[in-house]
C-alpha cells in the first residue's frame, strides 16, 4: 500500500480529502503494482503512463499527481461514461490494467468511514481488475489551427466542421438535428 505521505501529498493537490479522492488514490495503487511502477519514480515526466478515466471526478486529481497524466501532456484521455473506472498502460512495457470500483462498495458507510475504509483496503479488495476493452490511445498530436468563419477564434483543425462550405467551430456549427440519431 503507499504511504500517508502520498496521500497527504494529493490531498495538498486536490485542496481536500474526500473519498472520491480516495477512490483514485487506490486506483493509482494498483496501476502501480498491476504496470511494475515504482512510486518513488512518479510521477512520470513523459507520456509512458497513460490513463484514460472514465469520470471527471475527484479521483482525477490523484491520477494527475501521483502518476504524472495530464491532459497537457496528452496521457490523461477523457472516455467520459460516468464510472468510476480506470484504464492505465504502460508504454515501456505494453501492460495494461482497468480497474473499476466494486459495486456496493461503501454502501452503509458514512463519508468519514467510506474515505477511511478506501485508504486501509487493498485496492485488489476495492476494485474490478480487467484488461481494457480497447488499445493504447495513440501519442498526443499537434494539429494545426484555423479561424473559426463565423467567430474567427483560431480553433484546432481537429474540432473545425465544415458549414455552409466553411469551416466553423464546434461552438458556431449549426448541428443537423437527425446527427446521430
Known sequence: MLSRGYW????????HKCP??????????????????R??????????????TENDA?????????????????????RLRGKMAFSFFSRDTGRSV???????????????????HLLTTPYDELFDIAVPPYGLPERARLFGSQPCALCHEKTGE???????????CLDCYDAYGREGF
Open 8 to 15: 497527504d501529498k494529493v490531498a495538498a493537490f486536490h485542496g
Open 20 to 37: 472520491g479522492l480516495a477512490i483514485g488514490f487506490k486506483a493509482c495503487e494498483g496501476a502501480i503494482a498491476e504496470l511494475g511502477l
Open 39 to 52: 512510486a518513488d519514480d512518479l510521477p512520470t515526466i513523459d507520456e509512458d503512463i497513460v490513463c484514460v
Open 58 to 78: 475527484c479521483g482525477v486529481d490523484a491520477v494527475q499527481s501521483l502518476l504524472g497524466c495530464t491532459y497537457g501532456k496528452g496521457n490523461l484521455v477523457p
Open 98 to 116: 482497468r480497474l473499476c470500483l466494486k459495486p456496493g462498495c461503501g454502501d452503509g458507510l458514512e463519508r468519514a468511514e467510506f474515505q477511511e
Open 158 to 168: 481537429y474540432a473545425l466542421r465544415i458549414q455552409d462550405g466553411q469551416a466553423v
